[in-house]
């Protein structure tokens, strides 16, 4: 029998887990309040507040997280092969907060290696994160009606849904896209994005 080896190139990886250990109250709190302080910035949010960058280590409130990603990001850095002398570190962090139909339209993170979510505050009608094929030639190449079922290798688009409590980690380069929050409550999210430095 013919023996077909398969090798993957070139992958798009999201990787996620589930904290209900966190107690988020005091983050959502905080988050509310930098909200009243400042009108906040504007890069890929269509209504909605996004907050100035901070480093996330540096501030109590967000000590229970910070641990849970440090421990996330030794793992990740076993899948990514990074040389023992090197490791990912937190660079910038920043609030998304985006109230009824607020969005953010389809981007990427400049200047980074990995990137992350935390959701603190959402609901069933929070909106999704969808995330793009950086193959911009496949979708124009494949007729999902010759599939039974889209996989890795066929799907164009894969969308997450908001979960109070959950970490989302995905390369930086990887474009992704918030819908309309159909909420009347706000979507309280952290956002991070990771580099490589010598330890």
């Keep these: ?18 904290i209900p250990e966190i107690n988020t109250e005091q983050i959502k709190m905080y988050c509310l309040s930098e909200e009243t302080k ?4 504007k890069y890929s949010n269509i209504g909605g507040w996004q907050g100035d960058d901070f480093i996330l280590n540096t501030l109590p409130v967000f000590d229970e997280l910070n641990n ?21 570190y937190a660079d910038n962090s920043w609030i998304n907060i985006n109230r009824y139909k ?17 959701y603190v505050d959402v609901t069933d009608e929070s909106s999704v994160i969808t995330f793009e094929t950086p193959n911009i030639l496949q979708s124009s190449f494949e007729d999902p009606s010759y599939f039974n079922h889209r ?3 066929t799907l164009t688009e894969i969308s997450y849904p908001a979960q109070n ?16 929050n159909m909420s009347n409550n706000p ?12 330890r």
């Excluded at 029998?1 to 589930?18: A, H, I, R």
């Excluded at 409590?165 to 309309?180: D, E, G, M, T, Y």
């Design 1 to 18: 029998m013919m023996n077909l080896v398969e090798e993957f190139w070139f992958c798009s990886p999201v990787w996620f887990v589930d």
């Design 102 to 118: 607020d969005y953010n339209k389809s981007h990427f993170h400049r200047f980074s290696v990995l990137s992350s979510v935390f």
């Design 165 to 180: 409590n959950r970490l989302i980690f995905f390369p930086s380069w990887l474009k992704h896209r918030v819908a309309p």
């Design 68 to 88: 849970v990603i440090k421990i996330c990001l030794k793992e990740l850095e076993l899948k990514y092969d990074i040389k023992e002398n090197c490791e990912f």
């Design 38 to 41: 400042y009108d906040g910035r």
């Design 151 to 153: 996989s890795g290798l």
């Design 187 to 198: 979507r309280i999210s952290i956002a991070t994005n990771y580099g490589i430095r010598l």
